[in-house]
C-alpha cells in the first residue's frame, strides 16, 4: 500500500496535472489549493484500495465505495473555483489505482466520469441549497445533505454508471441490479464520509487539543467500548444464528452516547468506526451478515449501516441546533441582564444628577468650615495673638470638616460606581438612615421635613446596599417632588416586620397622590409625569426590588398624598 | 475694624457657624452664633446695634422667610444671606427683599467681611434715622393742639396774614404761636423746621385762598 502511495502522488505533480496547468496558464492557483488538490489525490487514492478490500469477490462494485464520497467532501470545502484542479488531481489517483486492479482503460476513465458527476451534483445541489458551510448541526443541513448529497446524486451516477458498464462490456450483470448494488454503496460511503470529514475539518482537532482530560477520558471510554461491542458484533464467528437479531442492537447505546455527548462531530466519528468495523468483518466472513450470498450479505449489511446512520445523523443534528439555540438563549439572556445592569446605574446617575444640587451643598458645608478656620487662624497669627489652645481648637475643627467632606465623597463615589450586583445580609433601618444623609441636602433645599418610624426589630434583609439605596432616594425624591407641588411638606419613611417573616418600607407624603388614569402606567419605562424626568426611576425600582425577591407597589393614602411600599423577604435573624 | 455691632450668624450647620463666628471675632467683630431663628429670637434685643448672616436652607423656615418675617415685625436688621447652593431666582429674591449680599458657600473672608462692613453701615445709619425721629417725634408730642395746627399751615408756606383767617384768629397771635413752635421744636430756620416736619410725618395743611 505505501509503494502504491509512492507512485500515486508524483503522477498529480509530474503527471498530465502540470502539463495541463502549464498550458492553461493558471500559475495564480494559491499554494494551499495545491495542497488540497494533492490531499484529495492521496485521499482518493486511498479510499479506492480500501474499496477494493471491501469488494465481495467476484462482484464488480465494492460494498463501501469511498473515493466519490472523500470528493464530494472536498467540493464541498472548498471555493467552486478551484473544483476542477481537485478533479484533476483525482484523475492520477484514480488511474493509479484502477488499472493496478486490472481494470480495462476504457471503464475506469467510465467510472472517473460517473465518480466526479456524483461528487458534482452532491456539490452543487448542496452549496445551492445550504448558505454556510454543511457542518451537520441542523436538522435542514442534515435534511439537504441526505436527500441531495445522500441519495439524489448516488442515484443519478449510478444510472450513468450501469449504463456505462453495460456498454463497455464489464460486467454480466443487467442494469438494473447494478444500479441497485452501486447505489446502496455509494449512500452509505456518502453517510459516513462527508458528515465525518466535514465535522472534523472544520474544527475537530482543535477541539481534541482543547479537550478536558475528563471529556477525553469520556472520549477514550466510548472509542473502546466501540471497539469492544464491535469486534464482539461484527468481527465475531456467529455460532448461534438466533442470537443476531439482538446482537445488532448492542452499538446502539454507544452510538447514542456519542450523539448527545459528542455531538455531529462524535457521531460521524463513531457511524465511520462502526461501519468499517461490520464491514471488514462481513468481507472476512464473520458478524451477523455472514448467512447468504456474498451479494445479499453485502446489500444487507448496507441496509442495516444505512438505517442505522440516518436518524443518528438527524438526531445528532437536532440536539446540536437545541444545544446552541440553548447558547444563544443564554446569551441573550446574559445580554439583558448586562443591559439591565447598564441602564439601573444609567438612572442612578441620572437620580445622582437630580441631586446635584444638594450634593454640592453637602460640599459646600464643610469647605466653607475649612475656609473660614483657616483664615481666622491666619489673623490671629497675623495681629501676633498666637493661643496656641485656639490654634489647636481650629486645627482640630479642620480636620473634622475635611473627613466629613471625604464621607460625602465617599458615599456618591459608592453610588456612582458601576458594579456587579453584590448582596449581603443587611439591616434595613440602617439602609433608611444612609439614604436619608444622602437626600439630606435635597430635603433642606426643599424645604421637606422627614419623619422617621423606624420598627426596632427587623429581620435583616438580602440586597445589594447601593442598588438599594438608589430605590429608596428614588421614593425619596418623588415623595420630596410630590410633596413641593401641594405645599404640605412633610414626608415620612416607616419599616416594619410583615407577618410572612420580611421587612416593609413605606414611603409617605401628604401631596397631591396619584391620579387613578396614571396608576396603572406608573411602573412603566418612559413613563412620567415630571417635565424633565426620564420616567425610569419607578420602573428600574421595581426591577431592582423584583431581582430582590421583593415587591414595589404604590397607593393612594386615606387623606391626602400617596404612600410607595417595598416588601423585601426577610432572613431569619432579628437584627436589634 | 468698625467695632460696636454685632453680627448674628444664624446657620443650622454647626461647623459653619462656629468657623463664620471665629473668623468674625479673628477681624476684630463681636459675633454670637444661632442655630435657628427660633434660638436667635429668644432673648434678642432689637435695639442692639448689628447685622445677621443668615443662610437660606434652614430646615425648620427657610431664611427668605424669616427676614421677611423680622422686618414685619419691626425688629429688621441688615441680612446677608449666605447658602450652600445658590440658584440665581433665590438670589434675585433675596436682594429685592433688601439683602445686602447673596454670598454662595464655600466664600472667601473679602467677601463676607465686606459684605458685614456695609450691612454694620446700614445698619448704623437706619439706627441714627431712627434715633432722629424719635427725637423729632418726642418734640411735636410738647406742642400744644393750637401750636400743632399752625404748623401743619407753617410747612405748607402759608403766610401769618392767611394762616389767621384759616384758623379765625389774629396774625400777631399767629406770630406767637411760630416762635413757640421754633422754640420748642429747636429749629434755628424754616427751613430746618420744614425738614424736622418731614420726617416726624407731618402732612402740610392745604392752602386755603385768602379770605375775601
Redesign the interface.
Given at each position: 500500500m505505501s509503494q502504491t502511495t509512492r507512485t500515486g502522488s508524483p503522477a498529480v505533480l509530474s503527471g498530465p496535472g502540470s502539463r495541463l496547468l502549464a498550458l492553461t496558464g493558471l500559475a495564480g492557483v494559491r499554494p494551499e489549493t495545491w495542497r488540497q488538490a494533492l490531499l484529495v489525490a492521496a485521499a482518493y487514492y486511498l479510499g479506492a484500495k480500501i474499496g477494493f478490500a471491501f469488494t465481495f469477490q467476484p462482484h464488480p462494485i465494492s460494498t463501501l465505495w469511498l473515493p466519490n464520497a472523500l470528493l464530494l467532501a472536498a467540493l464541498l470545502l472548498t471555493p467552486v473555483s478551484s473544483w476542477w484542479l481537485l478533479l484533476a488531481a483525482a484523475l492520477p489517483a484514480h488511474l493509479a489505482a484502477e488499472l493496478q486492479s486490472g481494470v480495462p482503460l476504457a471503464m475506469v476513465l467510465g467510472w472517473f466520469a460517473s465518480n466526479s458527476t456524483e461528487a458534482l451534483i452532491g456539490a452543487v445541489c448542496i452549496r445551492r441549497l445550504c448558505a454556510a458551510p454543511l457542518r451537520f448541526d441542523s436538522f435542514r443541513d442534515v435534511g439537504v445533505f441526505l436527500v441531495f448529497g445522500a441519495f439524489l446524486a448516488p442515484l443519478l451516477s449510478s444510472f450513468l454508471d450501469a449504463a456505462l458498464v453495460t456498454v463497455i462490456g464489464w460486467g454480466r450483470e443487467p442494469y438494473w441490479h447494478l444500479v441497485r448494488v452501486r447505489l446502496f454503496s455509494n449512500i452509505l460511503a456518502a453517510l459516513i464520509v462527508v458528515p465525518f470529514v466535514l465535522t472534523w475539518v472544520a474544527d475537530g482537532f482543535a477541539a481534541l487539543r482543547g479537550a478536558s482530560p475528563r471529556r477525553a477520558a469520556e472520549a477514550a471510554a466510548l472509542v473502546a467500548g466501540l471497539l469492544v461491542v464491535g469486534f464482539a458484533t461484527f468481527d465475531r464467528h456467529q455460532a448461534v444464528s438466533g442470537a443476531i437479531p439482538a446482537l445488532l442492537y448492542t452499538p446502539l447505546p454507544l452510538l447514542l452516547w456519542a450523539t448527545v455527548r459528542f455531538g455531529p462531530r462524535g457521531t460521524g466519528a463513531t457511524i465511520l468506526l462502526l461501519v468499517l468495523l461490520a464491514i471488514w468483518g462481513a468481507t472476512h466472513g464473520e458478524g451477523p451478515f455472514v448467512t447468504s450470498s456474498p451479494e445479499e450479505n453485502a446489500r444487507s449489511i448496507q441496509l442495516f449501516l444505512i438505517a442505522m446512520s440516518v436518524p443518528v445523523l438527524l438526531l445528532a443534528a437536532t440536539l446540536e441546533q437545541r444545544r446552541k439555540d440553548m447558547i444563544a438563549q443564554r446569551q441573550a439572556e446574559l445580554e439583558a441582564k448586562e443591559h439591565r445592569q447598564q441602564l439601573t446605574h444609567l438612572t442612578r446617575v441620572a437620580l445622582l444628577g437630580q441631586l446635584s444640587?444638594?450634593l454640592?451643598?453637602?460640599l459646600?458645608?464643610?469647605?466653607?468650615?475649612?475656609?473660614?478656620?483657616a483664615?481666622?487662624?491666619l489673623?490671629?497669627l497675623a495681629?501676633d495673638r498666637i493661643d496656641p489652645a485656639e490654634l489647636r481648637e481650629?486645627l482640630d475643627?479642620i480636620v473634622?470638616?475635611d473627613q466629613?467632606a471625604g464621607e460625602v465623597i465617599h458615599r456618591l463615589r459608592a453610588l456612582f460606581k458601576r458594579g456587579e450586583t453584590e448582596l449581603r445580609l443587611l439591616q434595613v433601618n440602617e439602609l433608611v438612615l444612609e439614604s436619608l444623609d444622602l437626600a439630606h441636602?435635597d430635603l433642606?433645599?426643599r424645604?421637606v421635613?422627614v419623619a422617621t418610624d423606624l420598627s426596632p426589630h427587623l429581620p435583616l434583609v438580602r440586597c445589594d446596599r447601593v442598588q438599594m439605596q438608589q430605590v429608596l432616594l428614588n421614593l425619596l425624591v418623588n415623595a420630596c417632588e410630590a410633596v413641593s407641588a401641594a405645599g404640605a411638606r412633610h414626608v415620612t419613611i416607616a419599616t416594619r416586620a410583615t407577618d410572612d417573616g420580611g421587612v416593609q418600607v413605606s414611603v409617605t407624603d401628604r401631596g397631591l397622590g396619584i391620579a387613578p388614569e396614571r396608576q396603572p402606567r406608573l411602573f412603566e419605562p418612559f413613563f412620567t409625569t415630571k417635565p424633565q424626568g426620564l420616567g425610569l426611576g419607578l420602573s428600574i425600582s421595581r426591577s431592582i426590588v423584583t431581582a430582590h425577591g421583593g415587591r414595589l407597589w404604590g397607593t393612594n393614602n386615606a387623606g391626602p398624598g400617596a404612600t410607595f411600599h417595598i416588601a423585601l423577604p426577610g432572613h431569619g435573624e432579628t437584627s436589634a | 475694624m468698625t467695632a460696636g455691632g454685632t453680627v448674628f450668624v444664624i446657620d443650622d450647620d454647626a461647623g459653619v457657624r462656629k468657623a463664620l463666628s471665629r473668623l468674625l471675632r479673628a477681624s476684630g467683630w463681636e459675633a454670637r452664633a444661632f442655630a435657628s431663628p427660633q434660638e436667635f429670637l429668644a432673648g434678642h434685643d432689637p435695639s442692639e446695634p448689628g447685622c445677621l448672616v443668615l443662610d437660606v436652607a434652614l430646615p425648620q423656615q427657610n431664611g427668605l422667610d424669616f427676614e421677611r418675617e423680622l422686618a414685619a415685625s419691626g425688629a429688621g436688621r441688615p441680612v446677608v444671606f449666605i447658602t450652600g447652593q445658590g440658584d440665581v431666582p433665590t438670589s434675585v429674591k433675596a436682594m429685592k427683599a433688601g439683602a445686602v449680599d447673596f454670598l454662595t458657600k464655600p466664600f472667601g473672608e473679602s467677601e463676607l467681611l465686606a459684605a458685614v462692613q456695609i450691612a454694620m453701615e446700614k445698619d448704623g445709619a437706619a439706627r441714627e434715622a431712627r434715633a432722629e425721629r424719635r427725637k423729632i417725634g418726642d418734640r411735636i408730642a410738647k406742642l400744644t393742639l393750637r401750636e400743632r395746627q399752625v404748623l401743619e399751615h407753617v410747612v405748607a408756606g402759608q403766610l401769618n396774614k392767611h394762616i389767621a383767617a384759616s384758623l379765625g384768629t389774629v396774625e400777631k397771635t399767629v406770630k406767637v404761636h411760630r416762635g413757640r413752635i421754633m422754640r420748642k421744636m429747636g429749629a434755628t430756620s424754616l427751613v430746618e423746621l420744614v425738614r424736622m416736619a418731614d420726617l416726624a410725618g407731618i402732612r402740610p395743611s392745604p392752602a386755603q385762598p385768602p379770605a375775601p
Open positions: 444640587g444638594a454640592a451643598h453637602e459646600n458645608q464643610p469647605l466653607t468650615a475649612i475656609l473660614s478656620n483664615q481666622a487662624a489673623h490671629f495681629a481650629i475643627d473634622a470638616e466629613r441636602g433642606v433645599t424645604n421635613a | -
